[in-house]
């Protein structure tokens, strides 16, 4: 409908090399779940458990989740603003760089380069270079932006704004280092005060990387694939700047009992629980949006990734607070209960959310539709049963193990004193997790099967306009 | 009015950013500048080249993802890490001052394996350590941590170590001048990564003395207080099981080839010859440090914890009633074994 032209090469490209990279990271994770039952799958020096769990991590958060935020963020940008983005040519160098950043992750990883902070583990090189990537993105972001050709900034538009403004101050800061070789270096931070520097980060990096962008996934491509109106706009406001408030106070909820003064732990622990409100301000809204018409989760396939997207949001969202409290901290913290935690919020709100988007934009491209419907099917169900098993599985097993650490007698003795006595129990739920995982990969092999499918179905439409406009040239010519 | 906001990036971003710097400088900026923040504990010592040539393999091998370092202030943690043996009350779990030197915190948020913030004290033999990283489950047979055996023919490097001394050097571990710190990391030369690991695996929780009061006393003429009864020496064994003494000492006590001596042979703490029933008392209940007292070397480096602090006499005992037993069947036993070679 509209007729000025938008860069949608470079929004492809993010989204396959997003999948390309989800896809590695999701096998790599596969590996590492054998790992646990099976130390024999370790491959020492690069393929073992301790070197591989970053480039698991590395790769789904920067490769699946930053490069799908990379390309739907621009394709949200520019929709909204109802303009190009301003700088085309930038756009391609970020997608070439991200590929070679993330190929340069995984392999120094496995090289055994980090600098042992969750999530920003990265050596200094390669930390540079994602601070390159993130100007190139906001540059984009703002100043197509500020040239947009619509008044009005959409939620949406808050959302991907907040992401880069917050990722880039958390990211700044948690990396300062000192090089002490190209590959190696000590952050400038020690003891507590680096712990609580860390978790100021890596609770945000889970808050601006798997929250905010993907609620502005959420706020345009819900409404965009329903056609219904989001419910609330006062909602999306409340919810909005009470998130990006309570966020940043609240990583000392992941350093509970530790050395950390206990004040910025209680602090920490008291704004993770009125988190829960502007967190389900956005549940609330998207229940009430798909409410006005139920009917939309039958006849709109895309409809029901949304609804258990932000279901699994809202679950996580409180179970994250309880986690916080610290008569529950002190049971399940350190136990896979934690894991469990995280992989309900990236395997169910994250990727249902950016899969969806993906569905949404690639057929949109090429003016086409999806590949097929029954198999978007298929991997909706496969991907939501393998979560599910995944998910319950290690709350399960992490409650018992707390609980066998816990376990004293009458004496206060010890009832399980080998810490091997604690473990061996988790085996048979580790084989259910690499069960687990299988199932959800198989999902998520559909979903990339379906998007293939699709771009392959558009370029061959492609070539048939091309070709239909070509063909009356040739006659007037003749 | 404030609608405007929303048609208005820049003053949106403005906005935006101060909101999203409440939190962060309320949790991180403000807290740095408070000293609590920077403890230390009194005696704490930088790392020796060695132990942070072991810390860089412990940060590059990633065991930071299954080990965390953080004994949390719960009775049944203190217990479990033995925190309960600390010389001052506040010694029984981590303290913030110990991490001052720490760039940075190895706390961890996984605890696959055991956390190992009082390694040092829980399992302070070399030999233990080095054969458990080279193959965990001959150890411990159903453990699931990967072999770390390559770690064994690395060498160091002193010129990278001295580098490394000297960028922790800039951030204020308080490391020699450059001359130094060549000086320090001469040390590595010829060392290998196992050597370094082990080392730094060795000092952690040092720089508090969690390791008990002063010396034992022992009364070499003390006789255990319930004989050879049966049911006494079936404690023994009960003990001896649950507390896990054959994952060193192996299950029947007979030892394990470069991890802990055997217990039923006639040589005791490295010199042939019994010494009485008190001895054994006085080792189990003291650990390796009550060797100087017997006047008897043991194993170089050797590496028995002390049980005082979670058996009581009475068990101790019993331990002693049941390895005196199988003293016992050994002895019986050999001269019938030769007999089977002979015929």
Same mark, same amino acid.
């Given at each position: 409908?509209?007729?000025?032209?938008?860069?949608?090469?470079?929004?492809?490209?993010?989204?396959?090399?997003?999948?390309?990279?989800?896809?590695?990271?999701?096998?790599?994770?596969?590996?590492?779940?054998?790992?646990?039952?099976?130390?024999?799958?370790?491959?020492?020096?690069?393929?073992?458990?301790?070197?591989?769990?970053?480039?698991?991590?590395?790769?789904?958060? +920067?490769?699946?989740?930053?490069?799908?935020?990379?390309?739907?963020?621009?394709?949200?940008?520019?929709?909204?603003? !109802?303009?190009?983005?301003?700088?085309?040519?930038?756009?391609?160098?970020?997608?070439?760089?991200?590929?070679?950043?993330?190929?340069?992750?995984?392999?120094?990883?496995?090289?055994?380069?980090?600098?042992?902070?969750?999530?920003?583990?990265?050596?200094?090189?390669?930390?540079?270079?994602?601070?390159?990537?993130?100007?190139?993105?906001?540059?984009?972001? +703002?100043?197509?932006?500020?040239?947009?050709?619509?008044?009005?900034?959409?939620?949406?538009?808050?959302?991907?704004?907040?992401?880069?403004?917050?990722?880039?101050?958390?990211?700044?800061?948690?990396?300062?280092?000192?090089?002490?070789?190209?590959?190696?270096?000590?952050?400038?931070?020690?003891?507590?005060?680096?712990?609580?520097?860390?978790?100021?980060?890596?609770?945000?990096?889970?808050?601006?990387?798997?929250?905010?962008?993907?609620?502005?996934?959420?706020?345009?491509?819900?409404?965009?694939?329903?056609?219904?109106?989001?419910?609330?706009?006062?909602?999306?406001?409340?919810?909005?700047?009470?998130?990006?408030?309570?966020?940043?106070?609240?990583?000392?909820?992941?350093?509970?009992?530790?050395?950390?003064?206990?004040?910025?732990?209680?602090?920490?622990?008291?704004?993770?629980?009125?988190?829960?409100?502007?967190?389900?301000?956005?549940?609330?809204?998207?229940?009430?949006?798909?409410?006005?018409?139920?009917?939309?989760?039958?006849?709109?396939?895309?409809?029901?990734?949304?609804?258990?997207?932000?279901?699994?949001?809202?679950?996580?969202?409180?179970?994250?607070?309880?986690?916080?409290?610290?008569?529950?901290?002190?049971?399940?913290?350190?136990?896979?209960?934690?894991?469990?935690?995280?992989?309900?919020?990236?395997?169910?709100?994250?990727?249902?959310?950016?899969?969806?988007?993906?569905?949404?934009? =690639?057929?949109?491209?090429?003016?086409?539709?999806?590949?097929?419907?029954?198999?978007?099917?298929?991997? +909706?169900?496969?991907?939501?049963?393998?979560?599910?098993?995944?998910?319950?599985?290690?709350?399960?097993?992490?409650?018992?193990?707390?609980?066998?650490?816990?376990?004293?007698?009458?004496?206060?003795?010890?009832?399980?004193?080998?810490?091997?006595?604690?473990?061996?129990?988790?085996?048979?739920?580790?084989?259910?997790?690499?069960?687990?995982?299988?199932?959800?990969?198989?999902?998520?092999?559909?979903?990339?099967?379906?998007?293939?499918?699709?771009?392959?179905?558009?370029?061959?439409?492609?070539?048939?306009?091309?070709?239909?406009?070509?063909?009356?040239?040739?006659?007037?010519?003749? | 009015?404030?609608? !405007?906001?929303?048609?208005?990036?820049?003053?949106?971003?403005?906005?935006?950013?101060?909101?999203?710097?409440?939190?962060?400088?309320?949790?991180?900026?403000?807290?740095?500048?408070?000293?609590?923040?920077?403890?230390?504990?009194?005696?704490?010592?930088?790392?020796?080249?060695?132990?942070?040539?072991?810390?860089?393999?412990?940060?590059?091998?990633?065991?930071?993802?299954?080990?965390?370092?953080?004994?949390?202030?719960?009775?049944?943690?203190?217990?479990?890490? !033995?925190?309960?043996?600390?010389?001052?009350?506040?010694?029984?779990?981590?303290?913030?001052?110990?991490?001052?030197?720490?760039?940075?915190?190895?706390?961890?948020?996984?605890?696959?394996?055991?956390?190992?913030?009082?390694?040092?004290?829980? !399992?302070?033999?070399?030999?233990?350590?080095?054969?458990?990283?080279?193959?965990?489950?001959?150890?411990?047979?159903?453990?699931?941590?990967?072999?770390?055996?390559?770690?064994?023919?690395?060498?160091?490097?002193?010129?990278?170590?001295?580098?490394?001394?000297?960028?922790?050097?800039?951030?204020?571990?308080?490391?020699?001048?450059?001359?130094?710190?060549?000086?320090?990391?001469?040390?590595?030369?010829?060392?290998?990564?196992?050597?370094?690991?082990?080392?730094?695996?060795?000092?952690?929780?040092?720089?508090?003395?969690?390791?008990?009061?002063?010396?034992?006393?022992?009364?070499?003429?003390?006789?255990?207080?319930?004989?050879?009864?049966?049911?006494?020496?079936?404690?023994?064994?009960?003990?001896?099981?649950?507390?896990?003494?054959?994952?060193?000492?192996?299950?029947?006590?007979?030892?394990?080839?470069?991890?802990?001596?055997?217990?039923?042979?006639?040589?005791?703490?490295?010199?042939?010859?019994?010494?009485?029933?008190?001895?054994?008392?006085?080792?189990?209940?003291?650990?390796?440090?009550?060797?100087?007292?017997?006047?008897?070397?043991?194993?170089?480096?050797?590496?028995?914890?002390?049980?005082?602090?979670?058996?009581?006499?009475?068990? =101790?005992?019993?331990?002693?009633?049941?390895?005196?037993?199988?003293?016992?069947?050994?002895?019986?036993?050999?001269?019938?074994?030769?007999?089977?070679?002979?015929?």
């Amino acid at each position: 409908m509209n007729d000025y032209r938008y860069d949608h090469r470079t929004v492809e490209g993010f989204i396959l090399s997003s999948i390309f990279w989800g896809v590695v990271g999701i096998l790599v994770g596969l590996l590492i779940s054998v790992q646990l039952w099976a130390p024999a799958a370790n491959f020492p020096p690069y393929l073992t458990f301790g070197r591989l769990r970053a480039v698991h991590t590395n790769g789904l958060a +920067f490769g699946l989740g930053v490069g799908a935020i990379f390309g739907l963020s621009f394709w949200i940008v520019m929709r909204l603003c !109802k303009r190009p983005l301003l700088f085309l040519k930038l756009a391609r160098a970020q997608l070439w760089l991200f590929n070679v950043g993330i190929l340069a992750a995984a392999v120094t990883l496995a090289m055994g380069y980090t600098q042992s902070l969750e999530y920003a583990e990265l050596e200094w090189p390669l930390d540079i270079a994602i601070v390159v990537l993130w100007v190139m993105f906001a540059v984009n972001v +703002f100043g197509t932006i500020l040239k947009r050709n619509e008044e009005q900034m959409y939620v949406s538009l808050w959302y991907v704004i907040a992401t880069v403004i917050a990722v880039a101050v958390l990211y700044l800061v948690n990396n300062l280092s000192m090089p002490a070789g190209l590959w190696k270096s000590y952050p400038a931070f020690a003891g507590v005060n680096s712990a609580n520097v860390q978790w100021w980060y890596g609770h945000n990096a889970v808050g601006f990387v798997f929250t905010t962008p993907i609620l502005a996934m959420f706020y345009y491509f819900l409404p965009k694939s329903t056609g219904l109106p989001i419910w609330s706009h006062r909602l999306s406001i409340v919810a909005f700047w009470s998130l990006v408030f309570a966020y940043l106070w609240t990583g000392a909820h992941h350093l509970v009992y530790t050395p950390l003064p206990d004040w910025i732990q209680t602090l920490a622990i008291v704004f993770t629980l009125f988190l829960i409100a502007p967190s389900w301000g956005s549940v609330v809204n998207g229940y009430y949006t798909v409410g006005q018409d139920w009917g939309r989760m039958r006849s709109n396939y895309l409809t029901k990734f949304f609804i258990l997207g932000i279901t699994f949001y809202g679950l996580q969202t409180v179970q994250g607070p309880t986690q916080a409290l610290r008569v529950v901290s002190q049971l399940i913290h350190y136990t896979d209960w934690v894991p469990g935690h995280v992989h309900m919020g990236t395997m169910g709100w994250v990727t249902m959310v950016t899969a969806a988007s993906i569905y949404y934009v =690639i057929p949109k491209i090429y003016g086409t539709t999806i590949y097929s419907e029954k198999i978007a099917n298929i991997h +909706f169900w496969l991907v939501l049963v393998g979560q599910l098993l995944f998910s319950i599985t290690m709350w399960i097993t992490g409650i018992r193990q707390g609980w066998m650490w816990k376990a004293t007698d009458a004496d206060g003795k010890l009832v399980y004193r080998n810490f091997i006595d604690t473990v061996t129990g988790n085996y048979p739920y580790w084989h259910t997790r690499t069960l687990a995982g299988i199932i959800f990969t198989v999902g998520m092999l559909f979903f990339v099967f379906n998007v293939l499918m699709t771009i392959r179905k558009g370029r061959a439409l492609e070539r048939e306009r091309q070709a239909a406009t070509q063909t009356p040239a040739a006659v007037t010519a003749a | 009015m404030a609608g !405007k906001i929303y048609s208005k990036p820049i003053a949106f971003s403005v906005v935006a950013t101060l909101v999203v710097l409440a939190g962060t400088i309320a949790t991180m900026a403000y807290p740095m500048l408070r000293q609590e923040m920077h403890p230390k504990v009194e005696g704490l010592k930088p790392l020796t080249a060695l132990e942070l040539a072991g810390r860089d393999i412990y940060q590059r091998e990633g065991c930071v993802n299954c080990h965390t370092q953080t004994v949390r202030p719960l009775q049944s943690e203190v217990v479990r890490y !033995k925190g309960n043996r600390a010389a001052e009350p506040q010694g029984r779990y981590s303290l913030a001052g110990e991490f001052a030197y720490d760039h940075p915190f190895l706390w961890g948020s996984k605890r696959t394996g055991p956390d190992l913030a009082f390694e040092g004290w829980l !399992k302070p033999s070399r030999d233990w350590q080095a054969s458990h990283l080279e193959n965990p489950q001959a150890l411990v047979p159903r453990s699931n941590m990967p072999s770390y055996a390559f770690l064994k023919t690395a060498r160091l490097d002193a010129a990278e170590v001295a580098a490394h001394l000297r960028a922790l050097r800039r951030l204020g571990v308080p490391y020699p001048d450059d001359a130094g710190v060549l000086a320090l990391a001469r040390e590595v030369e010829g060392k290998t990564e196992m050597d370094a690991l082990v080392a730094y695996v060795l000092s952690l929780g040092k720089a508090v003395d969690r390791g008990g009061k002063g010396e034992l006393e022992i009364d070499l003429a003390s006789a255990n207080p319930h004989g050879h009864d049966p049911a006494f020496v079936a404690r023994g064994r009960q003990v001896f099981d649950a507390q896990g003494c054959g994952a060193c000492h192996g299950d029947e006590g007979h030892g394990q080839e470069g991890v802990a001596p055997s217990l039923v042979d006639d040589v005791f703490l490295g010199v042939k010859g019994d010494m009485p029933d008190a001895a054994y008392f006085a080792v189990i209940k003291g650990g390796s440090d009550v060797k100087k007292q017997l006047g008897r070397p043991g194993v170089p480096d050797g590496g028995m914890q002390a049980y005082g602090g979670e058996l009581s006499d009475d068990d =101790i005992w019993a331990v002693v009633a049941w390895l005196r037993n199988q003293q016992g069947h050994e002895a019986a036993e050999h001269p019938h074994e030769e007999g089977a070679e002979h015929r």
